[in-house]
Each structure stands twice: as structure tokens, then as C-alpha cells.
């Protein structure tokens, strides 16, 4: 229990001293401490009431003055901030033990931690476990208050033992501190992760059975998935390098400045898990290069429907911008007419499992697909057309020898990770020509089939993307250079 005798006057810094002087009262006070124990037990002879006022005069003053820059003094205070949560956390698992958040109104310690320590419903799960997991390791929390482990190594420790484990871990837990005490987090990770293999295999290798890989693929309610799973480490392997593979970073100008929008790690990974995906399908019967199978969805969509994806898709909203686009394309009237009876449609289709897509999903999977005409009599079914309308693999080559590589600014992803995207959705007017065609990697053709982008192809080949916040950027095919050096005769 913390004494409660009035606090001698502090002999340190004050709030009325100068930052300047706070400051190098800090460090000096730290320095003292750590050299000399009398120092310390003097300043402990005080109550915790005095002691926290002089802790909060001291963080005031720091913050006055600014933390320099320095990577000794950065250290250093990060190191004190170490200490002193490991000396919280001694105090918080006393208050658990005693389950004094019952006081406060709690039903838990994590509810306590949530609500009165302002870690809210995502922190305070993870700072609990912290708390319940030393109450029954106190070696670990020994060490960690002696400063033989750090705050990293000690989430490390909680979080890499599974539950099953955390009794054996307390029999255990003196003799792993002594190992891991003299490690860095990499390393502490290692050896807590070979202790959870031995644990687990505790008749030796030949009895080791690792969990089996499980992916659970499930659909929420506002008819997006949700994607969970575990893998063994070989499986893991493999789709971490096939993950790197079909990465296709940010481009960035020659400045280094990023060119249209940054993703997330997260968004990265599933952009390439996509891609990982579609290469599959599209090259699952050995296709090369120039050629790939289709298709890779089966969609059900009203002729209407598929009008009026492609009309959001170019940004039509309206009569007028439906004009705009009917001369541009020199439609007929009935041509118009189809249009205008699409304008107010949704454009969404399905599944042949029934799973719903909305017009931005439609307009990008018949981009590059085929599509097949089937004339119904309400259930009857009255004539089958044949496919039509995707670029044929002459068409495929000639582009990939134009193009080379993903035409999106700053992005040279290879021709066998491409689509062939149509400048002018085919349902719109547009033709399944070699000049109103481009390579684009699966990451860009989908960004540029969101609402807002506008595309252009010139006679030269010059690609210009708009994108709706206002950035145009330009791209032109690689050419073959002109030699630098000939060889001369004589």
C-alpha cells in the first residue's frame, strides 16, 4: 500500500522553474535514480500524490521545452516510458487481483480499461490480456519491472502463447526470461514461437502436427465477403511469394511523388490476391502470353441492365450527357432510344449462383469478356446466339507488341498479368478495334472503371487518363530506341 504521509517539498524541479531547467531536471533526476538507490528510496519517501504531482510537473515542462530530436535522447525517454509502464501495470494487476474495477461500476477489468482509461472496445481487450497473462507470470513481470525484458518482448511473450499453454508457460516462465532476456524482439519472437512448437510436440518431431490450413470465404449482408483463415507455414510460404508477385506497387512521377491514389498494405494484398485468382482462370488450360480462356464469371444480365452499367461507367446521369455520348458515337435513333429506356435502370446483374453486382462489378467483368445472347419467352428459352465481341488472340498480340506492359501511368506490370480493356465500352457504341484498345493490369482496370475516370486513345497511341479529382495523366508505347553506337566499317 502506497504511504500517505505529506510529501516532503520537493527538491527538484518545480512548475514555476524554467522548461529548461525542468527538462535537465528530468534527466538529471533519472540519472541519479538509476546510479544510486538512496536517491531513489529518498524520492519514494514521499506519497504517490507528491510523487505524481512532480511526475506531471515534469511531463509539463517536457512538453514546454520539446523532446529534441536526437536519437539518444529519443531512446532515452522511450526507454523511461518502458519503465514506467511496467511499474503501471505491476499496480494494474494488483487492482485486478483485488477486482477493484467492481468499485468503478465495471463488470471486467477490459470493461474498466475501455471505459475509464479511454482505451475504448479495441484497446483495452489487448491491454487486459496483458494484465491477466503477468498476474499469472510474475516472473515475466519481474523482469520486465527490472528491466531484463522490454514492453515489445513482453506483448510478444502474451500474445505469441496460446491459452491452452499459459499454465504450462508459468512453470516455464523463469527459465524463458533467462533465454530471451538478452534478445531483441525478432529474436524473442523466434524462441517463444520454437517453446510453443515444443509444447505442442512435447513426445519430440516425430509426433508434430501442425493446425491444418482452413479459409473460410463468407458473404455479410451488404453482399460483400469476408475472407479468414489460417495456413500451415509451407502453404503460408507459398501465398506470401505468390502475394509479393502480384503486387503491382504505386507509380510514382520522376519527382517521386505518387501518381493518383495510394493504397493501403491491405488494399495491396487484395488486389494481388485478385490477380493471383484471375491468372489462374485465365491460364488454367495453358494459354500463353497472347491468348488466355474466358470466361472467368458466368453473369446473367438484362440487355438493359448491361446499358446502363456501361452509361454510369462512362459517367452518363443524364439526358444530356446521354446525348453528348450518342453523338459522339453516331448512334441511330433507335440505338438512342435503347439507351434512354437504360438510362434510369441500375445496371446491376447476377451470378449463376445468384450472388448480386452492382453496375461498377458488371461494367468492368464485361470489359473484356464474351457474351452470349439468349432470346427468352418468359421461361422458354428461344434462341442462343453465339459469342462475340472480345479481342481475338491476333488482336491480343498486336496490342501486347504496342503496348508492352500496363498502359496506367507509372505502371509496368507484364502483358500475362493484363486485360485488354476497351476505351469505349462495347455497349456503348464502342469497336473491338486494335486502336481503341489497351493493356491495363487487373489493379488499374478496376480502379479505372469507378465513377469519374474518363479515358482517351489518340491516333499515336497516347493514353490520357482523367480521374474525377482532377489529375490528367498521359503515357505513350515504349519504342524500339534508335542505337546509340553503330558499328562502322573500316
Keep these: 500500500m502506497f504511504d500517505h504521509r505529506t510529501a516532503p517539498k520537493p527538491t527538484g524541479p518545480t512548475a514555476q522553474s524554467s522548461p529548461s531547467a525542468a527538462a535537465s531536471g528530468v534527466a538529471h533526476t533519472a540519472q541519479l535514480s538509476a546510479g544510486n538507490p538512496s536517491v531513489a528510496s529518498r524520492l519514494c519517501a514521499g506519497s504517490f500524490e507528491a510523487l505524481f504531482a512532480q511526475l506531471t510537473e515534469l511531463v509539463t515542462a517536457l512538453a514546454e521545452c520539446s523532446v529534441p ?61 496483458r494484465v491477466e497473462r503477468l498476474e499469472l507470470w510474475p516472473a515475466v513481470a519481474e523482469a520486465w519491472s527490472a528491466g531484463q525484458l522490454s514492453a ?117 494484398n487484395a488486389d494481388a490476391l485478385v490477380e493471383i485468382c484471375r491468372f489462374a482462370l485465365s491460364h488454367r488450360q495453358g494459354a500463353g502470353d497472347s491468348g488466355r480462356h474466358l470466361p472467368h464469371v458466368s453473369l446473367v444480365v438484362d440487355i438493359n441492365e448491361l446499358r446502363a452499367s456501361a452509361l454510369r461507367g462512362a459517367g452518363v446521369h443524364s439526358h444530356a450527357g446521354l446525348e453528348q455520348l450518342a453523338e459522339a458515337r453516331g448512334w441511330s435513333a433507335a440505338e438512342r432510344a435503347w439507351f434512354t429506356d437504360s438510362l434510369h435502370r441500375h445496371g446491376t446483374g447476377v451470378t449463376f449462383d445468384g450472388t448480386e453486382l452492382d453496375a461498377a462489378a458488371v461494367s468492368l467483368l464485361t470489359c473484356d469478356s464474351v457474351v452470349q445472347r439468349v432470346m427468352m419467352a418468359g421461361d422458354k428459352v428461344l434462341d442462343m446466339g453465339r459469342e462475340t465481341r472480345t479481342a481475338t488472340s491476333v488482336q491480343r498480340r498486336a496490342i501486347i507488341t504496342r503496348d508492352r506492359h500496363c498502359r496506367a501511368p507509372g505502371c509496368c506490370t507484364k502483358p500475362k498479368h493484363c486485360d485488354v480493356h476497351h476505351i469505349d465500352h462495347w455497349i456503348n457504341g464502342g469497336r473491338t478495334d486494335v486502336d481503341r484498345m489497351v493493356l491495363l493490369c487487373g489493379t488499374h482496370h478496376r480502379q479505372f472503371h469507378r465513377p469519374g475516370y474518363r479515358m482517351e486513345l489518340d491516333e499515336n497511341a497516347v493514353f490520357t487518363v482523367h480521374s474525377p479529382k482532377g489529375w490528367s495523366r498521359s503515357t505513350t508505347p515504349d519504342r524500339i530506341e534508335t542505337p546509340y553506337f553503330t558499328r562502322t566499317s573500316g
Design 69 to 129: 530530436a536526437d536519437s539518444s535522447a529519443l531512446v532515452g525517454v522511450r526507454a523511461q516510458i518502458d519503465r514506467l509502464t511496467a511499474v503501471v501495470t505491476e499496480a494494474e494487476i494488483r487492482f485486478d487481483q483485488a477486482e477493484l474495477w467492481r468499485d468503478e461500476g465495471a463488470g471486467s477489468l477490459r470493461g474498466w480499461m475501455a471505459d475509464h482509461c479511454g482505451l475504448g472496445r479495441r484497446g483495452a481487450p489487448a491491454a487486459a490480456r
Design 152 to 268: 515489445a518482448q513482453v506483448d510478444v511473450i502474451v500474445g505469441a502463447v496460446p491459452r491452452r499453454f499459459v499454465s504450462l508457460f508459468a512453470d516455464h516462465a523463469e527459465s524463458v526470461v533467462e533465454i530471451v532476456g538478452g534478445l531483441d524482439v525478432a529474436k524473442t519472437e523466434v524462441a517463444i514461437r520454437q517453446w510453443v512448437e515444443c509444447a505442442s510436440n512435447p513426445d519430440g518431431p516425430e509426433h508434430f502436427h501442425e493446425p491444418t490450413s482452413g479459409l473460410h470465404f463468407d458473404r455479410v449482408l451488404d453482399g460483400r465477403f469476408i475472407l479468414t483463415g489460417q495456413f500451415e507455414a509451407a502453404d503460408a510460404a507459398i501465398i506470401d511469394a505468390a502475394l509479393r508477385d502480384f503486387d503491382v506497387p504505386d507509380p510514382v512521377d520522376d519527382s517521386g511523388q505518387p501518381i493518383g491514389e495510394s493504397r493501403t498494405l491491405a488494399q495491396r
